[in-house]
């Protein structure tokens, strides 16, 4: 079983950055594809951005150029920096893990892009 904890969702305004963090409970590093998701009110969740493995990225087209996802293995961390953060990326991130063919969800981090 694996636990992922996210953080670093909050308030900002249009223009800024946050940056999300997703713990993992332990080390998948070497087996694990990890994901950002995020869902906003009335929407299907979507896939935001992905890391693999071997370092490989993959961006939804909403995120690139602002959005860029980073892995710490030693940490078993997964990084999300979000800058030039637009109203519409107000959601709730998700982190995603799939590891030895199971899939895990953190709860959820809000991120609200307000004025």
């Known amino acids: 079983q694996v636990q992922l904890v996210e953080s670093g969702g909050g308030l900002v305004q249009p223009g800024g950055s946050l940056r999300l963090s997703c713990a993992a409970s332990?080390?998948?590093?070497?087996?694990?594809?990890r994901n950002w998701y995020r869902q906003a009110p009335g929407k299907q969740r979507e896939l935001v951005a992905s890391i693999l493995v071997g370092g490989s990225v993959y961006y939804a087209d909403s995120a690139k150029g602002r959005f860029t996802i980073s892995r710490d293995n030693a940490k078993n961390t997964v990084y999300l920096q979000m800058n030039s953060l637009k109203l519409e990326d107000t959601a709730v991130y998700y982190c995603?893990?799939?590891?030895?063919?199971?899939?895990?969800w953190g709860q959820g981090t809000q991120v609200t892009v307000s004025s």
């Open positions: 995603h893990a799939i590891c030895m063919g199971n899939a895990y």
């Open positions: 332990r080390n998948i590093s070497s087996t694990g594809v």
